[in-house]
């Protein structure tokens, strides 16, 4: 099994910016993808950004390009996502999740493992 536990959510004016950060521990793997997803209140869950072991990354709609920066940490179990110029329309749960594939995906269906979410709120 493997744990994700996500940090960094809060409350946030807009225009601000935010960190969340993901650990994972327990059962390690020779590489996997580690991705963002966040669903906001009335919505379904959508995809923000991935990073597969290898690197590649793939962010969301254009809700999120330009704004959102992924990043892995040294140790590679660790995974960040950076929010710029904050908007009201990006408050929602955000949830980290990891595949257990070097290849990247959008898809919730292909991540084995969810963390339970961190909240954004942001207030305008």
């Known amino acids: 099994q493997v744990q994700l536990v996500e940090s960094g959510g809060g409350l946030v004016q807009a225009g601000g910016s935010l960190r969340l950060s993901c650990a994972a521990s327990g059962r390690t793997f020779s590489s996997y993808t580690m991705g963002w997803f966040r669903q906001a209140p009335g919505k379904e869950r959508e995809f923000v950004a991935h990073i597969s072991w290898s690197g590649g990354i793939r962010y969301g709609g254009d809700s999120v390009k330009g704004r959102f920066t992924i990043s892995r940490g040294n140790a590679k179990n660790t995974v960040n996502l950076e929010i710029n110029s904050l908007k009201f329309e990006d408050t929602a749960v955000y949830y980290c999740?990891?595949?257990?594939?070097?290849?990247?995906?959008?898809?919730?269906?292909?991540?084995?493992?969810w963390g339970q979410g961190t909240q954004v709120t942001v207030s305008s």
């Open positions: 999740a990891a595949r257990t594939r070097d290849l990247g995906s959008s898809a919730e269906s292909d991540y084995d493992y």
